[in-house]
């Protein structure tokens, strides 16, 4: 089991910086090196859509084409922390972050953080 935690949203002006952090807490013996961790958002009226996602063991990301080339994400294998560093931020970003976690053989993400809420101001 994978506990995930989010933070650093906050309210931000249009191409402004933010990152956004996730503690992630595997049970007891486990590692997160066979995860695929994931950033998604809701915005307000819309689906949940996956922003960008990372293979832990290797760090190589994936993005949305909406977001790629402003948005990273990033880890630290110490701290078992996930990152999202969000750059050039438009009022569209608007939106709760979440963080999520599967194994890498399952097709459905089967852990979830309960989210932070980022707001860009135009």
């Known amino acids: 089991q994978v506990q995930l935690k989010e933070s650093g949203g906050v309210l931000v002006q249009a191409g402004g910086s933010l990152r956004l952090s996730c503690a992630a807490s595997a049970a007891s013996g486990r590692t997160l090196s066979s995860y695929l961790m994931g950033w998604f958002r809701q915005a307000p009226g819309k689906e949940r859509e996956l922003v960008g996602n990372?293979?832990?063991?290797?760090?190589?990301?994936l993005y949305a084409g909406s977001v790629r080339g402003r948005f990273t994400i990033s880890r630290d294998g110490v701290k078992n922390t996930l990152f999202l560093q969000m750059n050039s931020l438009k009022s569209e970003d608007t939106a709760v972050y979440y963080c999520?976690?599967?194994?890498?053989?399952?097709?459905?993400?089967?852990?979830w953080g309960q989210g932070t809420q980022v707001t860009v101001s135009s």
């Open positions: 999520a976690a599967k194994r890498l053989e399952y097709s459905e993400y089967e852990y």
């Open positions: 990372l293979k832990w063991f290797d760090g190589r990301a």
